[in-house]
């Protein structure tokens, strides 16, 4: 057979005339990732090695450092990968039907939750008719327009430094909130991103207040989590600030490694409609005519249930009804994508022991 000849460096192939065309074209994804794994591995060394006009602070006894340049601007270098356990499991977002499902793991960065944590926030803030003004005639929409829950499958290995911090809780950092992409506690950057990377947050909510078992909250931050997302987050700010988002090859997300900006990769993995889960899409056809006819979905989490159209929210304090909610929420997310299993959530104390009230395999 005659040999397909590439040069990498000048990204070139000398392609014989007489390859069959279909051989060429099955050739083209693996000849695509040779050539950018490349470019990033070219780059990475460039970037590892040429240091002659930069000055090394260390930090951490010389484990980590931050690369000033000669013209006073600052770039982030990252640790070496960690041997952290690999961590898969399920986040959910409450959103809009028009929102970005399909983002780039490399978005900015986001708060999200456990199956719990995403029904308390909605129960508590979204669907309820003393809580969102707009929830009743004339606009008839809840909080934000949100309709739509969405699922994503997270890969996850903490750093080496936050391990050894934060081992009883997986290796995840203190929870921060992220309010339009950017950490809003004080002094992130000092307190966590350059003491332990950027690795994800975590925090348990507490069952006797929230009402929901197992209920968890987490932080991912994504690019240059400093600045909001109406900000720009260009290059040389993503250098300084680049998160923990693993940077995606040609071929899709890379395994994260455990560096300080490698620490997570997420993926769109299904959505549900709000209106299906509470039993409002087949009687009425949407929230809109549901609210319109005079349908009230739920008062408040601190009002009776009197006059309340629906069954599902009713009972707010009850722990074994919300336990029921969950349940309903993941039955329906194991319906519609039979071929994509429920993961257990990791919990961020000790290790996750999957509740009974968790839909059966």
Not at 81 to 102: C, K, N
Not at 178 to 185: F, I, L, N, Q, S
Request: include cysteine.
């Amino acid at each position: 057979q005659t040999p397909l000849v590439c040069r990498i460096h000048i990204v070139a192939c000398e392609i014989p005339a007489t390859m069959p065309r279909l051989a060429l074209v099955a050739l083209l994804p693996a000849l695509a990732h040779l050539v950018f794994g490349r470019r990033i591995a070219d780059k990475r060394a460039l970037a590892a090695h040429s240091v002659d006009d930069i000055t090394v602070a260390a930090r951490d006894a010389g484990k980590h450092a931050l690369v000033t340049h000669d013209a006073g601007k600052r770039t982030f270098e990252a640790h070496n990968a960690s041997e952290a356990p690999l961590l898969q499991f399920h986040i959910y977002r409450a959103g809009q039907s028009h929102w970005p499902s399909t983002t780039s793991d490399r978005q900015r960065s986001r708060n999200f939750a456990n199956a719990g944590g995403v029904l308390r926030y909605i129960h508590n803030e979204v669907v309820g008719v003393k809580v969102v003004g707009s929830a009743k005639p004339p606009k008839c929409e809840r909080k934000y327009d949100i309709d739509v829950i969405y699922r994503y499958k997270v890969t996850m290995r903490s750093t080496k430094e936050a391990t050894e911090k934060y081992g009883r809780s997986h290796g995840f950092l203190p929870f921060v909130a992220m309010d339009k992409g950017k950490c809003t506690v004080p002094n992130c950057n000092e307190k966590y991103w350059l003491k332990y990377g950027y690795t994800p947050g975590c925090q348990d909510q507490n069952p006797k207040t929230s009402y929901y078992p197992d209920a968890v909250w987490y932080s991912f931050p994504g690019r240059c989590p400093g600045r909001t997302q109406d900000q720009s987050c260009n290059e040389e700010q993503e250098s300084e600030d680049p998160g923990g988002a693993c940077e995606p090859t040609f071929m899709g997300p890379t395994e994260p490694t455990g560096a300080w900006d490698c620490t997570y990769t997420y993926e769109p993995d299904g959505r549900i409609k709000l209106d299906d889960l509470v039993g409002i899409r087949k009687p009425y056809g949407s929230f809109r005519k549901f609210c319109e006819a005079g349908g009230i979905e739920f008062n408040g989490p601190h009002d009776s249930d009197n006059g309340v159209t629906l069954d599902f929210w009713k009972d707010y304090p009850s722990l074994e009804k919300n336990k029921g909610r969950i349940r309903a929420m993941l039955e329906l997310f194991k319906k519609r994508y039979p071929n994509s299993p429920l993961l257990d959530d990791p919990g961020c104390g000790s290790d996750f022991v999957r509740p009974d009230y968790w839909p059966g395999e």
